[in-house]
């Protein structure tokens, strides 16, 4: 192998594992240059990104029995290639290059709505057993990522998990609902005004606002949701479902 090889593959793995804002873009599909200044990935592939359509995208709404909290979505995309790869190489892997392409991702996508910046982004928390086992939050590295490129601040303090929730893929929606209540708690003393609440992957929503309700318990009356990809799914889920109630 040749110097020029040897550098050109330290480079790559260096920017594999830091996702490092110091190096230029180059897409992590193709290789190709990225686009400047931060994003990993081509004109070229960003069209193959799976966007989600209309109402998917994100919509408003209140939720909540007797003290309301307004939600705000922003879903990405599809969880479908090469968002779903993306996302379970910085979820098993680690590699925060695919972090940074998805923070740059939700980054661009706020901004582009003109919504003015969170107080805090919360990163859906992992229970600590889960975390101790994979030694990072894929939802806090992702949010780290976009923080940075908004200006905004990232507070993964905030919010507990409490319960370690079995997985919720194969349970019904009344069972997913069931399986995480009451599973998250506010540790620390809520800033005033927007929180944005990062998952990287809703799927009905059951986790998202058992996280959202103890949000609203600690007195949050405004809360974006944040999410790369939505599973869709037949059949009422629990965010269309809320938003019929209201
Ligand atoms: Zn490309």
Known sequence: MSTIERLARARRALWRATGSALLPPVCCLCGAPGQVPDLDLCDVCTT??????GSGRGSMRD?????????????????????DHFIRAVKFRGERVFARVLGELLAREHRS???????????????LARLRERGFNQSLEIARFAAASLGARVDSRLLARRIATREQSGLSLESRRKNVRGAFEVVRPLPAGRIALLDDVVTTGSTAMAAIEA???????????WAIARVEKSGVDVLEQDANEN
Request: hydrophobic residues 45%; charged residues 25%; neutral net charge.
């Open 113 to 127: 709505r003109g919504w003015e910046l969170p107080e805090c982004i919360v990163p859906m928390p992992l229970h």
């Open 48 to 53: 193959l990104l799976p966007v989600l359509g």
């Open 215 to 225: 949000l609203r318990d600690a007195g949050a009356r405004e809360v974006e949701l």
């Open 63 to 83: 939720f909540g029995g007797d003290t309301l909290v307004r939600i705000r979505t922003l879903f990405l995309f599809k969880y479908a290639y090469p968002v």
